[in-house]
């Protein structure tokens, strides 16, 4: 009867509610596990990519984008370009880095994704967009899809939302097939 209230009638004795709660332990350590090593999971598979060319159009892209960051940057504290770079310890050699990075890992996910057979649908892409909906609009907020993907694309950049999703898909594609010990 105990257990019946406490868990609004889901559970009707103690050994129902052991198994659900077993289950639960043990999905929450599994998501624990996994936010613990996604980073690690990123960068081994960073570091085991081999790449042969990459793709000019989507490394200009991404240079552009880190040298329009840096400027924008310098401009809002009154400073050149130059000073800038030289106060951040950038220097072209790091943007063209990162801008290989950047590309280097869209590469590995579209590929992972692709192998896989795995990539998101588009159905799959607007539940997402609606769990943000709703997420957000529970804390007081008037967003639609549109203006969700919006806020992305201002925050961070065009396109952005959808690498998120299939990078954690990755990662969990990974994760599943991956032997983790724990010292």
């Known amino acids: 009867e105990h257990i019946e209230k406490l868990t609004g009638g889901d559970y009707k004795n103690l050994s129902d509610f ?21 980073d690690k999971i990123a960068e081994a598979i960073l570091a085991n990519a081999t790449v042969y060319s990459y793709p000019n159009e989507q490394y200009l892209y991404y240079y552009q984008s880190n040298v329009s960051y840096m400027t924008l940057q310098a401009e809002k504290l009154g400073m050149s370009y130059e000073a800038y770079m030289t106060a951040t310890g950038e220097n072209e050699e790091t943007l063209r880095a990162t801008a290989e990075k950047s590309v280097l890992e869209d590469m590995v996910i579209y590929y992972i994704l692709e192998a896989e057979g795995k ?6 892409y607007n539940k997402a967009l609606d769990y943000y909906v709703e997420y957000y609009n529970g804390y007081g907020y008037n967003y639609d899809r549109a203006s969700i993907e919006a806020m992305f694309e201002y925050y961070y950049y065009p396109g952005y939302l959808r690498y998120q999703l299939n990078r954690e898909r990755v990662i969990q594609i990974v994760f599943d097939s991956a032997n983790i010990v724990e010292a």
């Open 119 to 124: 990539s998101y649908t588009d159905d799959e």
């Open 18 to 38: 052991m198994v659900y709660y077993k289950e639960y332990l043990s999905e929450l350590y599994e998501s624990d596990l996994l936010s613990k090593v996604s």
